[in-house]
């Protein structure tokens, strides 16, 4: 596929944004105007920047996972539209934001590429640190720098700027760098991890010294992690560091070790947490607590039943029955007007920027960007995994969003920069 | 009628998605398959350096044995600190490809295990040397 054809179906795109807006539109019976036009400007102008700067800056990056993007961006944003317009316009600027950082990203990474990052890994481990504890701020105190707590979890921050606040989830942005750091950090020790090895029964460990500071930042982030009550974030960087040891390595044993630490972790939060307990049980017999836990997940389940086969068309279903329908349930809310057809092309759409991604990892000759290719792609395809499989109650639910489609500032920002590191690695290796 | 056209509408809406998702499919299908012709008609003896320092991306293929070690006498240079003058051998036996540690002081892993005896390699199996990672094709 060509940089043109790239072009062309982010247009086609966009058109589908505006196309989703007027299909609310005339569902609602209003009059189709200013907002089918402002979305499509908004599409065109955030996914067609990019566009430019991946011509500009990353001739050679791969031209699949823009258009991808962007039409998961332009269903996510019909169906917000669709569930509460004031979320949506405040998401349009979310799109644009992002764009901008992908952009920025891009060219920052113009000239000195994407080694910069492997050799300020522990700039990079001290700032997501530092962005880890940032919540746990107090909330009453004279900087105008506060942590927030939202929902019983601290994950927010809020800067006061006098004439306007802004509020932020710093763990999105921890993630990158965190996954950026632990490839850099095996990108390094990647012989020494493999070879020297100590035997213990069937399995072989590297040596414990080559293992200390990535314990240390393990351990630092997954306290603080659940510490705050995240726990479905926790989840998220623990896997992606087992999958990129065993990227890393092609060792068994990490999967085992990662699958043994996972359980007792997972048994330590049951016992520990009393929500934890009471998702189990939501996931479990979600009708019996009806009317208390089980209710946004029941909710969720009778939204992908109404859809059926084809859905209820956009605009006609009832999606606001679900609790949190724009951010973490999302994909209930489109499953219930676009239907099953709709919500398997939807998977479809993150089973492709999944095999993408994996596929610029497999093909990357230099071992940092393979592994940061990987972990990239690893975490963005379980978070989605997570997300949707805690919808349709394949695993218990974890609250966090869906990339791309979710309303939500911070996971979008991240999610851009994301794409087009993605991009830019791809690019690098083609050169 | 309005209801007629609403579903008319909703349809096409799918559609669209539908035919999108299907263009990067087989954008991206078409992208692969081009990976796919490009190996050689014999298959299985042909061993590419996917991971290496200095070599990624050379490859050779085994048609009777070939010795593969850090020595300028092997008939493969493998440029690998953790490798052995004579540190594995491939022979083609029967068609099939068989891989044997030449009692190397690191030892040679097929697919992330440790082998003792020689092993009977397939396609796509990783054959790892110190930092170096050879595949079969």
């Known amino acids: ?16 944004a505006a196309f989703g807006v007027a299909l609310v539109n005339i569902a609602g019976q209003q009059p189709i105007g200013a907002d089918v036009a402002l979305t499509f400007f908004v599409m065109v102008t955030a996914f067609g920047a990019l566009h430019a700067a991946v011509r500009r800056w990353a001739p050679k990056g791969t031209p699949y996972l823009l258009p991808l993007a962007a039409l998961l961006a332009a269903v996510g944003l019909s169906e917000i539209y669709r569930l509460n317009p004031e979320m949506a ?131 630092a982030s997954f306290g603080v992690m659940v510490y705050q009550r995240d726990l479905g974030a926790s989840l998220l ?164 969003t869906l990339p791309f489609m979710s309303y939500g500032g911070s996971s979008l920002v991240a999610n851009f920069v994301l794409i087009a590191l993605l991009i830019r690695i791809s690019h690098e290796e083609r050169v | 009628m309005t209801e007629f056209i609403l579903a008319l509408l909703k349809l096409i809406f799918i559609a669209l998605l539908f035919l999108f998702v299907w263009q990067i499919a087989r954008a991206i299908g078409s992208h692969l398959g081009g990976f796919e012709r490009r190996t050689k008609s014999k298959p299985g003896s042909e061993i590419v350096f996917v991971r290496s320092d200095n070599q990624a991306g050379l490859d050779f293929t085994v048609d009777d044995v070939v010795v593969v070690g850090r020595s300028d006498q092997a008939d493969i240079y493998l440029d690998d600190s953790y490798a052995s003058e004579f540190h594995l051998r491939f022979s083609s036996i029967d068609g099939g490809l068989v891989l044997q540690d030449l009692g190397s002081t690191n030892g040679t892993y097929v697919n992330g295990r440790r082998i003792g005896s020689p092993v009977g390699l397939s396609k796509g199996d990783a054959v790892q040397v110190g930092k170096t990672v050879m595949e079969v094709r």
Do not use: C
């Open chain 1, 237 to 400: 960087l623990f896997s992606a560091f087992i999958a990129m040891m065993y990227a890393a390595t092609g060792r068994n044993t990490y999967l085992v070790v990662g699958g043994g630490l996972f359980t007792i972790g997972a048994a330590a939060a049951w016992s520990a947490f009393a929500h934890v307990q009471t998702r189990l049980e939501a996931w479990l017999v979600p009708f019996e607590h009806y009317e208390t836990t089980g209710y946004q997940i029941s909710n969720g389940i009778f939204a992908l039943a109404s859809g059926s086969l084809s859905g209820t068309g956009l605009g006609l279903g009832r999606p606001s029955l679900i609790a949190f329908a724009p951010t973490d349930f999302i994909f209930a809310a489109v499953g219930e007007e676009l239907g099953l057809v709709g919500s398997v092309l939807i998977l479809a759409m993150y089973a492709l920027i999944i095999s993408v991604g994996m596929g610029i990892a497999l093909r990357s000759r230099d071992l940092f960007r393979k592994l940061l290719a990987a972990g990239l792609t690893f975490t963005f395809g379980l978070q989605s995994l997570l997300i949707i499989g805690g919808i349709v109650r394949l695993f218990p639910l974890t609250g966090i």
């Open chain 1, 89 to 219: 316009s405040l998401q349009k600027w979310w799109i644009l934001i992002g764009a901008g950082l992908g952009i920025l990203t891009l060219w920052g990474l113009s000239s000195v590429g994407t080694q910069i990052l492997r050799r300020y890994r522990y700039i990079m481990l001290l700032l997501a640190m530092g962005l880890l504890v940032l919540p746990l701020l107090p909330q009453q105190w004279p900087l105008p720098i506060r942590g927030l707590a939202v929902n019983g979890s601290r994950l927010w921050v809020s800067l006061d700027l006098g004439f306007i606040e802004m509020r932020f989830q710093p763990g999105e942005i921890v993630k990158l760098l965190m996954v950026a750091f632990l490839a850099s950090f095996l990108a390094e020790r990647q012989a020494a991890l493999t070879m020297r090895t100590r035997k213990v029964g069937p399995f072989e460990f590297p040596e414990p010294r080559q293992m200390i500071p990535i314990l240390v930042a393990w351990f």
């Open chain 1, 1 to 16: 596929m060509t940089r043109n054809a790239e072009g062309a179906l982010i247009l086609a795109a966009a058109l589908m």
